[in-house]
């Protein structure tokens, strides 16, 4: 099983640790289940922002990217695969998959967006997002 690193609120870093470690219950395990999927391939600058305040369809987004289309692509298996073993469905909706430069996946619960690098620079979600609470996974 990849390493996650552990969250931190408020984008402060912090240093890698087993995904199982993290247990002050801030972050639901089935986002920690997409989260550690998304890491195993190496995903890109994950971030974790807790919308449900004040955004009624769902109350977690998961932010990450990758540098090509094929690892976009793979990534975002890779978090379906994670959160069904953790006990969790399969998405809701998922859409981009045709053209993966933003693959967005509709667990209900969360929504995981999983970027090709411009294209996350292009939209800066987390710019808009920006007075939710956040938690960085490396």
Not at 49 to 71: C, H, M, Q, Y
């Amino acid at each position: 099983m990849a390493s996650v690193p552990q969250a931190s609120p408020a984008g402060t870093p912090v240093a890698p640790s087993e995904p199982d470690s993290y247990e002050d219950g801030l972050v639901p395990e089935v986002v920690l289940a997409a989260v550690r999927g998304a890491s195993e391939m190496s995903a890109e600058r994950i971030v974790v922002l807790e919308v449900g305040d004040v955004l009624s369809i769902t109350d977690w987004f998961i932010i990450a990217s990758a540098p090509n289309k094929r690892r976009v692509r793979r990534i975002a298996e890779l978090i379906t695969e994670h959160v069904k073993t953790a006990g969790g469905d399969g998405p809701i909706r998922t859409e981009g998959l045709d053209d993966p430069q933003w693959v967005l996946l509709d667990f209900g619960l969360f929504v995981a967006h999983v970027f090709l690098e411009q294209t996350r620079e292009y939209y800066d979600l987390e710019r808009l997002w920006s007075d939710v609470p956040r938690y960085e996974f490396g």
